[in-house]
């Protein structure tokens, strides 16, 4: 009796241990697991998106190669390259750390489902050594029929019972925990193996920015040959800047003043004039509160020109300062509008082509380097909107579309306004 009792409290205790540490396991481990699935997603969505820049980027190296010489287009969009396949670098690093972490888990998981499975056959064989020693069925019955009375003899036999029940859980626990531990060698293999296909692509990834970057030194040096030629070249382009901005700063004005000459006819004070209407205000609102979340001005395409000043890519202590952000994309590609407003403002700018401005109740946006403009003076459009055609330079085959945001008279950042993603 007290062998029995003994077997069955022991198997009890077990058994409730494991019970517990299945479901501490799942409390805890859980939440870890969702955040590394989510980790994992993010870095494929970025992988993803820096692939298209790269292959973007490859398309337009193309294009303007189709030139006969090395120019400062082909210089930023290889250093844009290089920029992409760094992230791309870092962002296989972040996966394989992820495989790692993985790996590390799965190994502990695989210590501890050996463990328990010895566990298992430990105890298992226990009961079986006991079963072995009272399967006389002559000794059960006169171990029932010595009881006391008839309660203790029902205690012995609900014992014998259990003993026998928990004998089969205990061999169906082995079986099932067998099975999980191969389930789980398997997957650690399957992560091992991806593993090593990670590190040869980081591998790959590395080869070859060190062959873009002796590229873009080759390019650099062959340009630095040419430093009268990009002076000149990058005078045209402040100036076309400069005409730009007076020509915004001029509608600004002139908006302006017609403003208080309508509250000076209708007998308002000055300061009152230039205030929104509720439709125009709502507008400026939303405009606002989608900071970063507004579209590209394009389908698809690269940042190559960033807002503010910028240090010359060739010429050394020269700076370049930016009204806006450059986006370079494909021949023949469209420019369209990143909220929906007013147009202002259709202008030709020398060195700039056409560029068209858009209000959006306090804000303005600026839309320049167009070849062909679909819209007019007056006209309401709506977000994405086509307005033109994006120009493709004759001289080094570039394509990119010129964007500024205003607010008032204060020049913004628009990488800040748009979204991350296209």
Known sequence: MTQIQQTVSKYFLNYRFVIYITLLCSVVCTPFFNLAAQDRSALERDKQRIEREIHLINQMLSETRETAELNMSQLVILNNRIESREELISNLQGEIRLINQRISRIDHQVE????????????????????????????????????????????????????????????????????????TMVELELQKQQQQNTLAEHQR?????????????????????????????????EEAARELQQAIERVIAEERRKAAEAARAEGKPEEQAFRL???????????????GKLPWPLERGVIT???????????????????????????????????????????????????????????????????EVYVRNGQQVSARERIGIIATDPA????????????QNNKLNPADWISSYQ
């Open 205 to 237: 990834e590395i080869e070859q920015l060190n062959l873009e970057k002796q590229e873009q030194s080759n390019a650099v040096e062959e340009l630095q040959q040419q430093e009268q030629e990009l002076r000149e070249q990058l005078a045209r382009q």
């Open 396 to 407: 080094d085959s570039n394509t990119y579309v010129h964007l500024e945001v205003w607010h």
């Open 305 to 371: 020109g960033h807002f503010g000043e910028q240090p010359h890519p060739v010429l050394p202590g020269i700076t370049i300062v930016n009204n806006g952000i450059d986006i370079s994309t494909t021949q023949g590609s469209s420019a369209r509008t990143i909220f929906e407003g007013t147009v202002t403002r259709v202008i030709s700018i020398p060195g700039a082509n056409y560029a068209v401005i858009i209000r959006h109740g306090e804000y303005l946006t600026v839309y320049s380097n167009l070849a």
């Open 112 to 183: 501890q489902l050996q463990q328990e499975l010895e566990e298992l056959k430990e105890s298992y064989a226990q009961m079986i050594y006991y079963a072995y020693k009272n399967r006389n069925a002559f000794q059960r019955v006169m171990f029932l029929f010595s009881s006391r009375d008839f309660n203790q003899a029902y205690l012995r036999l609900r014992y014998l019972q259990q003993l026998a029940r928990h004998r089969q859980m205990q061999a169906e626990k082995i079986v099932d925990t067998r099975e999980e531990l191969e389930e």
């Open 277 to 291: 209407t509720p439709e125009q205000q709502v507008v400026s609102d939303n405009f606002a509160e989608n900071k």
